[in-house]
């Protein structure tokens, strides 16, 4: 089996144009965790996730070390004062640019090794044509859910 007949087709996606704003409007209307970002010919550029904008919004006195030792955090209007303020910076700001793409080809069984073994924050792979247009995205529940629907055609009823 390859990527192709795994990829989920309908991709909810924003552009590279898009705003921090933007982002947070797909986060409130989808069940979606993160979202491939692409440019004007439809090539991913990075991806964005719901905890790359949580971190952007945090105050800029708190870093990341002080974070992960910090028993309690700034206090959460100072999140949000902040999160509103970032509405309108570029999504480029946001995105992580560390990201896997793979071909329609791909043998699933290569594409479910790379998704044990993602780093950062997605939980995806995006699948690209060979101009490199974003075409499709794979999850682990994609093949997982593929391989359920084969057993279950191959299964001998009784």
């Known amino acids: 089996m390859i990527a192709g007949n ?5 991709i909810v996606s924003l552009s590279i144009d898009a705003t ?12 979606l965790h993160d979202f491939p970002v692409v440019d004007k010919e439809g090539r991913p550029v990075g991806i964005v996730t719901a905890r790359s904008i949580l971190h952007f919004s945090v105050p800029n006195y708190v870093s990341s070390d002080l974070l992960a030792v ?13 999160l509103k303020a970032a509405w309108a910076h570029p999504i480029r700001d946001v995105i992580d640019q560390n990201f896997d793409t ?7 069984s290569a594409v479910a090794g790379m998704l044990i ?16 247009k974003l075409i499709g995205i794979i999850s682990a529940r994609d093949i997982i859910s593929r391989d359920l629907e084969i057993s279950k055609k191959s299964s001998p009823i009784c």
């Open 117 to 132: 073994n993602l780093k950062g924050d997605t939980h995806n792979i995006l699948v690209v044509d060979e101009a490199g």
């Open 6 to 10: 795994v990829m989920s087709a309908e």
């Open 102 to 108: 793979v071909k329609a080809s791909m043998p699933t």
């Open 20 to 31: 921090v704003k933007d982002a947070i409007d797909l986060f409130q209307n989808s069940t």
């Open 70 to 82: 910090m028993k309690s955090g700034p206090d959460i209007e100072s999140l949000y004062l902040n």
